[in-house]
C-alpha cells in the first residue's frame, strides 16, 4: 500500500514537470530525506576567530612537495539550512545583509534573531522598504568597495520591484549576489509548506527566467546538503569575468529544513589573474599608435576600477592624444588634466585617423556622425564584442580583450621606448590649445548662468564645487553632470547605468555612506527621477541607520529627456508646431523639499541663484555636524 501511494506521487509529481523546468517539484521528496538529517552537514570556510572560538576545530596538513599547507574545519551548531547559509554568508566575509522580508523570510529572520542573541555582528542586516533601493543600496557599497553583496527579496513579485535596479547592476557589472525566496514548492507536509493564499498566485513555472538574460548566473538551492557548493558557486560567479549580479532563490521548504551542525571549510574557489593580452597584440597595436597623426580616446567604465585611472593618463600621455568620456558613470581620466576634451566625442572623432575605444559601450551616436572610413578603431575592454548588448554595430578593426589597465600599461611602455619625433610637441600643443577652448566655453556659460533664473544646472553643480573636497562623493542619478566639477581622483563621482533605470542615486549614495561613513554622500537628481528613487524610503534607511546624505533636487517640473526625445525624432511633429507634450509634465510641483522632515531632515526650497552657495552650506552644516539627512529642492531650469 505504502508503495502504490509513493508510486502514484511520483506519478504525480512528473505530470506537473515541464521541459526545461528545474528539479524545484521536488520538495514534497525532502519529507524523508528530513528523518534522517543528523549526521549530515554542510560545508563553508571560516573568516575569522571569531568562529574558532565558538567551535570544534580539525586541522588537516596538506603536504606537495616542499610545500604544505594547513586546511581548517569549523563545526558550528545550527538548526536550520536558514541559518547556515548566513552562517556561511558569514564565513565568506559578506558584511551586510540588505533585505526587503516577506513569507519566505521566516528561517532567515530567524537565523538573524540567533545571530543577534550570539552576538555574531555579520551580516548585519539593513531593512529596506523597497526592493529598488534594497538592491541599489547594494550597487552603491559595491561600486565604491568592490566588495560583493547580498540583498534578498520577496519571491517573485519582489525581484518584479527590484528588476529595473538588477539591470542597472548588471549593465555595470557590479557584482551582487540577488536573492529571492521562493514561494514554497509543498502545499502540506513540511514545516515550510504553504500557510498563505498568496503561495499558490505567487508560484512561477520558471522564477529565474525573470532576470537571467540580466544575471551572470542563476540557480535555485534545492536542498540544504548543497548549500556550500551553491553559495561558493553564485560568489565565483558573480565576482568573476564579467562581473555581475547573479540570483539564487531560495525556498521556504529548504531554507527551514532541520540541521544539526555546520562543517565550514576553507574557500578554494580562488579567483584567476587578470588576463593580459599577447604581446604580439600589443607591438600590433602599438605600431599602428606610433604612425597617428590624429588619435582620439574614448573611455566611459574603466574607473569601475580606481587604479585604472592612472594607467589611463600614461597611456594618453604616451601616445599624446585627448580624451573624451561620453556618458562615462566613474572617474576614468582626470578632467584637470590638459588632455582633457569633455564628454562630446563628436567633433573629435570626425578628424581622427586612429580611435581607441577603452571600456565605451557607447562610444559616438553613429546617426550623429561616425569616424572617417579610413581611420582605424582600436577597441580595448575585458569584452571588446560587448557580448551581453544585442546588437552593437561600432567598428573594430583592432580588438584587444582582458584587463584594460593591463593593456594601457603595456602599449605606453611599447610608445614610449620609441624615438618618435618633434611632431609629438605639435600635437600635444594643438591639444592644449583645443582645452583651452574647451574650458574657455565652460567659463562663458558660467559666467551667463551666474544670475540667471531659473537656476542652471552649471551654476548649481559650480556651486557644489565651491564646497566639496576630497572626501566628498557626488552622485548624477540624472542630475548635474561632471563638466563643472573638479573630477581628479577616482571613486569621487558616479553617474547612471547605461541600463538607464532612474532612481538609483539616494539608494546608491546609501549605500556608499554605508561603506565610507567619513565620506560626505551628495545625491543630485532631478525631480521626477527624485520620485524614482522611492524617496520615504529612503529617507527611512537614512533615518534609522545613521546615514545622512545631502540630496539636490533639479526641479524643472518635467520629465525633460521625453520632450527633449521627442523634439529629437520628430522635429517638425505636432508636439512642435502646438508646444504641447503630453505625458512629461510633473506640475504641479510638490514641495519636495517637505518630505524629508517626517525622517528628522532638514529641507529648503532654492529658487534664487543667489541663495546657491549659502543654502548649501546650511544643508551640509545639518549634514556634517548635525548627522542629518538634508534635502534641497531647487527650483531650475532644462539645462
Not at 528545474?22 to 570556510?45: N, V, W, Y
Not at 553559495?231 to 532563490?249: C, F, H, K, N, W
Request: hydrophobic share 35%.
Amino acid at each position: 500500500m505504502d508503495f502504490d501511494r509513493r508510486r502514484q506521487r511520483r506519478r504525480n509529481l512528473q505530470s506537473y514537470v515541464r521541459p526545461g523546468q528545474h528539479l524545484r517539484l521536488l520538495a514534497p521528496l525532502f519529507a524523508p530525506l528530513e528523518k534522517r538529517r543528523q549526521g549530515l552537514s554542510l560545508r563553508a570556510r571560516s573568516d575569522a576567530g571569531e568562529l574558532a572560538d565558538r567551535s570544534n576545530t580539525k586541522t588537516n596538513r596538506i603536504k606537495s612537495g616542499v610545500h604544505s599547507m594547513e586546511k581548517k574545519t569549523v563545526t558550528l551548531p545550527v538548526e536550520t539550512v536558514g541559518q547556515a547559509y548566513l552562517e556561511l554568508l558569514r564565513a565568506r566575509g559578506i558584511k551586510y545583509f540588505f533585505g526587503n522580508s516577506g513569507t519566505d523570510f521566516g528561517p532567515i529572520i530567524d537565523g538573524l534573531a540567533k545571530f543577534a542573541s550570539e552576538k555574531k555582528n555579520h551580516p548585519v542586516p539593513i531593512t529596506v522598504p523597497h526592493e529598488f533601493v534594497a538592491v541599489s543600496m547594494a550597487q552603491g557599497y559595491a561600486m565604491l568597495t568592490g566588495e560583493p553583496q547580498v540583498v534578498m527579496v520577496h519571491v517573485i513579485v519582489g525581484t518584479g520591484n527590484a528588476s529595473a535596479a538588477v539591470m542597472n547592476a548588471s549593465r555595470l557589472n557590479v557584482p551582487m549576489i540577488f536573492s529571492a525566496g521562493r514561494t514554497p514548492l509543498t502545499e502540506t507536509g513540511m514545516r515550510g509548506s504553504r500557510s498563505n493564499f498568496i503561495h499558490w498566485g505567487q508560484e512561477s513555472f520558471d522564477q529565474g527566467s525573470l532576470l537571467r538574460e540580466f544575471t551572470r548566473w542563476d540557480y535555485e538551492l534545492r536542498n540544504g546538503e548543497q548549500l556550500e557548493a551553491v553559495v561558493d558557486r553564485a560568489i565565483e560567479m558573480a565576482t568573476g569575468t564579467p562581473q555581475g549580479p547573479v540570483y539564487l532563490t531560495l525556498p521556504r521548504e529548504v531554507l527551514a529544513q532541520k540541521m544539526d551542525s555546520l562543517v565550514i571549510h576553507p574557500n578554494r574557489k580562488a579567483q584567476s589573474e587578470p588576463l593580459a593580452p599577447s604581446t604580439a597584440s600589443i607591438k600590433r597595436t602599438a605600431e599602428v599608435l606610433r604612425s597617428a597623426k590624429s588619435p582620439v580616446i574614448i573611455t566611459g567604465r574603466l574607473g569601475s576600477d580606481p587604479t585604472a585611472m592612472k594607467s589611463l593618463v600614461g597611456f594618453a600621455e604616451a601616445l599624446v592624444a585627448p580624451v573624451v568620456t561620453p556618458a562615462s558613470p566613474f572617474v576614468s581620466f582626470p578632467n584637470t588634466h590638459e588632455f582633457y576634451l569633455g564628454t562630446n566625442s563628436m567633433p573629435y572623432i570626425k578628424e581622427a585617423d586612429v580611435v581607441v575605444v577603452v571600456e565605451s559601450d557607447v562610444p559616438w551616436y553613429p546617426r550623429q556622425g561616425t569616424p572617417p572610413e579610413n581611420a582605424t578603431v582600436i577597441q580595448i575592454a575585458r569584452d571588446p564584442n560587448y557580448g551581453d548588448i544585442p546588437i552593437r554595430s561600432f567598428p573594430k578593426d583592432i580588438s584587444i580583450g582582458g584587463d584594460p589597465k593591463l593593456a594601457l600599461e603595456l602599449l605606453a611602455q611599447e610608445l614610449q621606448s620609441a624615438s618618435r619625433g618633434s611632431a609629438l610637441s605639435e600635437r600635444a600643443e594643438q591639444i592644449r590649445a583645443k582645452n583651452k577652448k574647451y574650458r574657455e566655453g565652460l567659463k562663458q556659460k558660467l559666467e551667463h548662468d551666474r544670475g540667471a533664473t531659473p537656476i542652471s544646472h552649471a551654476w548649481m553643480a559650480h556651486c557644489i564645487d565651491q564646497l566639496r573636497d576630497d572626501d566628498t562623493i557626488v552622485i548624477s542619478d540624472h542630475g548635474v553632470g561632471s563638466e563643472y566639477l573638479t573630477v581628479s581622483k577616482p571613486a569621487t563621482y558616479f553617474g547612471g547605468s547605461p541600463a538607464g533605470g532612474l532612481g538609483w542615486g539616494i539608494g546608491g549614495g546609501l549605500g556608499m555612506k554605508l561603506a565610507r561613513p567619513e565620506k560626505t554622500v551628495i545625491v543630485t537628481c532631478g525631480d521626477g527621477t527624485y520620485m524614482f528613487n522611492n524617496p520615504t524610503a529612503c529617507h527611512f534607511v537614512s533615518h534609522a541607520y545613521d546615514l545622512p546624505l545631502l540630496t539636490i533636487i533639479c526641479n524643472n517640473a518635467i520629465w525633460n529627456s521625453s520632450k527633449a526625445a521627442t523634439q529629437q525624432v520628430l522635429p517638425d511633429g505636432w508636439s512642435a508646431s502646438t508646444n504641447n507634450y503630453p505625458l512629461t509634465s510633473l506640475a504641479p510641483s510638490p514641495r519636495y523639499e517637505r518630505i524629508v522632515s517626517a525622517h528628522d531632515g532638514y529641507g529648503e526650497m532654492v529658487d534664487n541663484p543667489a541663495d546657491m552657495l549659502p543654502a548649501l552650506k546650511r544643508a551640509l552644516k545639518v549634514v556634517k555636524e548635525d548627522k542629518r539627512q538634508a534635502v534641497l529642492n531647487v527650483i531650475c531650469g532644462t539645462h
